[in-house]
């Protein structure tokens, strides 16, 4: 019971199988290609790495944004096209909160930041409370330092994640303390395939786990 | 077991501007089904396309048309044994989302992905009114969208003469008929309107003229005429629109028949072809005909069904394989290839 995922969200390409909860296969790209020319193959290979056929699919997940619009058009022209060929069921999966099924980590308050042009982000704000991620503040549009400055304020240690933080914030700003950055800032088809897998979220299996953690930086809770 | 070339049935899917579209056909020839969804009223409010909007209205379209195609056509997904798409020329942001759909269409069915140059599939159209039409031939592609001048060579092998620098022949009609009054789409009324006037009743500008320049500039006419009719009106003159219409009409169409006929020389071609909306036009296509006749040139173009108003990119996915030779060309990364 394979899933694929697709994240064309921002200037990264990704997409990756999971089967029943398993990452199986993934491939994240961030060349000088546009989407459109990467997608297709992308998907042709990442179904072959993972020995899965096409027909054996059980459903696709992908990630709805916010994010790039023409980025975002290809990976749903593309996904709706397959799903309706294949007679699969499609589950949309929201780009922010990829980012945060990436930081499996409790007692955190996890921020995900996606540019929004201009000095401006789409943020979101989450907490994960017993292997369930909820959100805090929802999504809205805001100035970058705003969102920094606003940091300093909560009361638990701040994981900032998303584009803009390797963007506008590493080595551009001065954090304040108790704010920290997460590695892997990109949104990825891996993190859409575990907001597709979340109870609730899910059209079809698999369930269970498939979080982001693969550089072993962040252990399971 | 290879199907007989007359069997094949082509998805064929165009996105390249306000109009998403679909449709099923037999063999090349024979349309099973062509499914339109337009987005003209919801552009008319801005005046023009607005490109954004267009992607938005392709990706929520796409699929119901699809698949409302594919159910009027009375045949099954798996029955269809290739995609085709028109790849451009168009809206970027509108053309992806038709080429990703047909992209990933292709991949789940198992079967090749054709791109079609919108140009072509204009020029195509021909096929279906002239059965006896073969390459090589001159086409004038005058529309909404495009004006150019293209050397079919072969049915896999164009070369663009030349096209507009700035607007399309077709947007100077819809332009000056809105300021002059006449709803839209303008095209047909200033072609009626310029049968009641004098054609030479205004001295408007032709552009580009000199010999061996094969590109059009329609902007400098277009001015012309709206400043031809602010200073009539100024000055409180009535406005004399059927010497305006033809007057106008004639600066576009001497152009054109000019240029169209120094092509046929230049690329020692015998016959020259007319597509796209503007072909509709009874001024164009009766001074074309007078000039091949004169020329003894052949002279073809489509039947009014599949040129009317404007570009009709609606009626492009039953074009899109034309003759069923075009089709032949594997696109799979849709590359304007076959163009030099
Ligand atoms: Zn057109």
């Known amino acids: 019971m394979s899933i ?67 980025g975002l058009r290809i990976g749903l022209a593309a996904a709706k096209a397959m799903a309706y060929t294949l007679g699969l069921p499609i589950v949309g999966v929201s780009t922010l909160k990829a980012l945060a099924y990436h930081v499996p980590v409790p007692g955190v308050r996890i921020v995900s930041l996606l540019d929004a042009q201009k000095g401006n982000a789409y943020v979101e704000s989450y907490r994960w409370e017993q292997g369930t991620l909820s959100v805090v503040d929802a999504v809205e549009v805001a100035k970058v330092t705003d969102i920094v400055a606003h940091c300093a304020r909560i009361a638990e240690p701040v994981l900032l994640t998303g584009d803009v933080v390797q963007k506008k914030i590493i080595g551009k700003m001065e954090l304040p303390a108790g704010v920290m950055t997460a590695p892997g800032q990109y949104p990825d088809a891996a993190g859409s395939l575990c907001g597709h897998a979340r109870p609730g979220r899910a059209q079809s299996r698999p369930s269970g786990q498939c979080h982001g953690y693969r550089a072993g930086l962040y252990p399971p809770q | ?13 165009e996105s390249s501007c306000d109009e998403t579209s679909a449709a099923v056909l037999r063999g090349g020839r024979e349309v099973l089904a062509n499914i339109i969804s337009t987005q003209i009223p919801v552009h008319q409010k801005f005046g023009g396309v607005v490109p954004e909007i267009a992607s938005r209205k392709h990706i929520v379209n796409i699929m119901p048309v699809i698949d409302e195609c594919i159910r009027t056509a009375g045949v099954s997904l798996k029955d269809i044994d290739q995609v085709a798409v028109t790849y451009g020329p168009g809206l970027v942001g509108a053309l992806l989302v038709g080429v990703s759909a047909a992209k990933s269409l292709a991949f789940s069915l198992g079967v090749p992905l054709i791109g079609v140059n919108h140009l072509e599939g ?57 300021v002059m009054g006449l709803p839209y789409p303008g095209g047909p009324r200033i072609d009626a309107l310029a049968k009641e006037g004098n054609p030479l009743a205004i001295d408007f500008p032709q552009a580009l003229t000199e010999k061996g320049n094969f590109e059009f500039s329609f902007s400098g006419l277009k001015s012309a005429v709206l400043n031809y009719i602010n200073s009539e009106k100024m000055k409180g003159h009535e ?38 909306g503007v072909a509709a036009n009874s001024g164009l296509e009766s001074r074309l005909r007078e000039e091949a006749a004169k020329r003894g040139v052949n002279f073809s173009y489509p039947s009014k069904i599949l040129c009317t108003g404007q570009c009709r990119h609606d009626r492009l996915p039953r074009l899109l394989s034309g003759s069923g030779r075009p089709l032949q060309r594997p696109v799979s990364q849709c590359s304007a290839g076959a163009w030099s």
């Open chain 2, 239 to 276: 406005l004399n629109k059927p010497d305006i219409a033809a007057s106008f009409q004639h600066s576009v169409i001497e152009v054109l028949v000019g240029k169209a006929f120094q092509a046929v020389k230049e690329a020692g071609r015998d016959t020259l072809v007319l597509a796209g």
């Open chain 2, 122 to 178: 204009h020029i195509f159209a021909n096929f279906l009114s002239t059965p006896k039409l073969e390459p090589p031939f001159m086409a004038l592609v005058v529309s909404g969208g495009h004006t150019a001048l293209v050397d079919v060579r072969g049915y896999n092998h164009f070369k663009m003469m030349g096209q507009t620098r700035d607007d399309a022949a077709g947007e100077a009609f819809d332009k000056i008929a809105r």
């Open chain 2, 1 to 13: 077991m290879e199907k007989n070339q007359e069997e094949i049935l082509t998805l064929a899917i």
């Open chain 1, 4 to 70: 694929l995922a697709i994240d064309t969200a921002t200037q990264v390409s990704s997409v990756a199988v999971a089967d029943e909860g398993k990452l199986s296969a993934e491939l994240t790209m961030q060349a000088r290609l546009t989407h459109s020319e990467t997608l297709m193959p992308h998907i042709e290979q990442v179904l072959r790495m993972a020995a899965v056929k096409k027909e054996e699919l059980a459903g696709i997940a992908v990630s709805i944004g916010p994010g790039s619009f023409t």
